[in-house]
Structure formats: C-alpha cells, structure tokens
C-alpha cells in the first residue's frame, strides 16, 4: 500500500540556523509533491508544489528538492526563527486525491 | 477575501448521537474536500466533490458517514451514531479547479474538533 513517511516527529533547532524536513515514500508514483505548514488549532496552509520534473523550487526563506529515484523531497527553511515554528507537512498527488504525511513539528529556538 | 470557514469550531456529543459539520468554501471554488485529523496522524481523506460530478466518497470509513453538498457551494459532513474513535479535528478544504492530478492548491479551513465522550 502507499505510505509516506517523514523523518521524525518533531525537530529541534536554533534560530538562524537551517532546517531540513524530510519526506519519503513507497509504492507511489507523484506527479507532484506539496508541502503544508499547519500552526495549532488551524488548518494547513499552502507552501509550495514541485512536480516530478522539477528538482528544485524556492520562495523566499525556503527551498523543497525532489528525488524521484530516491523517493524522497528534502524541505529547507534558511536562516530559521521562532516564527517558523510550527508543524509541516508534505503531501504526494497525482493519482486522485492528496496523501499526507504525519508531519514534523519543528521548534525553532531564539 | 473570506477563506474556507467551517462550523461549529467545537463539539461535544454524546456516543450514539447525530452530529452535523458544516463548511463554506472560498466563493468561485468548485471543489470541496474533507479530512480528518486524529491526535498524531496524517490527514485522512473523506470525501471529495468536485462541481455537479458525483462524489469521491471513497475515503468515509463507514456507512456512519455521509456528506452531502447544496447548489455546488455549502457542505455538511453528518456522522451518525458517533463513536469514541470519531473523535478528531474534521477538516474542510476548497480548491478553484479542483483537479487533484493537476496539483491545485487546497485551502482550509480552521476545522472543527469533535468529541463524543
């Protein structure tokens, strides 16, 4: 069955510093990858999508890559602060409807 | 403009009961999904409706479940005879085209957290 993992439940690191957000994936085929940022008690907010003939996509403070041979989307956010704590998530499409993941909720430390 | 909103924010029921949850999409969005969040889990997809197409209920876990969607723009999730384990954040999302295979953007809304004790 499809599962889609992200590495760890919660990360942990200090402000200015860059975090990276792992998402892997088996016995799947995207055409696409999203990732979400949700904050306690609201609904997931929209980041950014990258298609599985992209390698890379940016906006601003982050970065998402895509490796289809791995199975794998790597999330940065650069020069991390408090404000971007929150919980992320990633979701795979393009065979019906969106799978998510857990997520990982990162706290970022000042 | 107004995002996704979704009502009530809170519930609190009692097992056995009907409860309704409501959601209003962004205004011009022809799709409509919900979800539900358990403590510690991933999104978990529900049911889907996309314009004046059947819907995409292959996600409700049960016959307890059911939702429906009036003149392509308000929904309501109806869950009967709740249980213990439906207890969860429902969440509702829009989304303008609503072609998951393209990669539209869902929008959500701030959920309702549901509890049957």
């Known amino acids: 069955s499809q599962k889609i993992e992200q590495n760890s439940e919660a990360l942990n690191i200090q402000e200015g510093k860059t975090a990276t957000l792992t998402c892997n994936y088996t016995?799947?085929?995207?055409?696409?990858l999203q990732w979400y940022r949700q904050d306690p008690g609201r609904g997931p907010v929209f980041l950014l999508l990258i298609r599985e003939n992209e390698k890379e996509k940016r906006k601003e403070r982050l970065k998402v890559t895509f490796d289809t041979t791995l199975k794998q989307s790597l999330f940065h956010i650069t020069a991390s602060q408090p404000a971007d704590s929150a919980t992320y998530l990633c979701?795979?499409?393009?065979?019906?409807?969106?799978?998510f993941g857990k997520g990982t909720k990162l706290s970022v430390k000042p | 403009g107004a995002g996704v909103s979704q009502s009530p924010s809170n519930k609190v029921t009692e097992k056995g009961k009907d409860v309704e949850l409501r959601c209003d999409p962004i205004s011009g969005h022809t799709a409509l999904y919900w979800y539900r969040q358990s403590l510690g889990q991933g999104l978990e997809f529900l049911i889907y409706f996309q314009g004046n197409s059947a819907p995409d209920k292959s996600g409700l876990p049960s016959d307890r479940f059911s939702a429906e969607r009036t003149g392509g723009s308000v929904s309501t999730l109806t869950i009967q005879r709740t249980q213990q384990e439906d207890s969860a954040v429902y969440l509702c999302?829009?989304?303008?085209?609503?072609?998951?295979?393209?990669?539209?953007?869902?929008?959500f809304g701030p959920g309702t957290r549901l509890l049957v004790l």
């Open positions: 016995n799947y085929s995207p055409a696409y």
């Open positions: 979701a795979l499409g393009g065979q019906g409807n969106l799978i």
């Open positions: 999302a829009s989304s303008l085209g609503g072609l998951a295979a393209q990669g539209e953007t869902q929008y």
